[in-house]
């Protein structure tokens, strides 16, 4: 576990240098780099990467047409750049005639886990999307040990 000045030494450099101070995941092993990608239309297709992933099956099957009715955009600051080794991407989209981007990914790391999200869940929490319910439950629901 890093004390509260390793955080602040491993991060301020990123600050400092224009980054962004979310950008806390460069301290993992397992990084990835938040960019400044965004998928713009609702109705952009979610794909499902890794459609047996537990986030996407326990308690909560999750099912494509779950996304319809998405409210503004699908997300935003998805990942520029990320360790694919490490990394298990479950859910990508992108705008028309754009590439697939990651928008939910899930790394092992030591004892734990780590999980970046760029979907707007909270959106879509407050109109009931059921995409947003069930992924949002899943995660919650997740064995974190």
């Known amino acids: 576990m890093l004390s509260s000045a390793e955080v602040r ?3 301020a450099p990123s600050a400092s240098g224009g980054g962004q101070l979310a950008s806390f995941a460069r301290i993992l092993e397992v990084q990835v780099e938040i960019g ?3 998928v713009t239309d609702e109705r952009a297709p979610v794909v499902f990467e890794d459609p047996q992933h537990i986030f996407l099956t326990k308690p909560n099957k999750v099912e494509p047409e779950d996304f319809d009715g998405w409210i503004q955009e699908r997300g935003l600051y998805f990942p520029s750049r990320w360790d ?5 991407v479950i859910l990508t989209s992108a705008d028309a005639g754009n590439p697939q981007i990651p928008g939910l990914v899930f790394a092992r790391y030591g004892r734990g886990t780590y999980v970046y999200t760029t979907f707007v869940w909270y959106r879509q ?9 069930k992924v949002v439950a899943n995660m919650i ?3 974190w040990w």
């Open 36 to 38: 400044r990608e965004r």
């Open 84 to 88: 694919e080794e490490s990394y298990n």
């Open 9 to 11: 030494s491993a991060v």
């Open 125 to 133: 929490l407050r109109h009931l999307n059921p995409a947003a319910m």
């Open 141 to 143: 629901s997740y064995p």
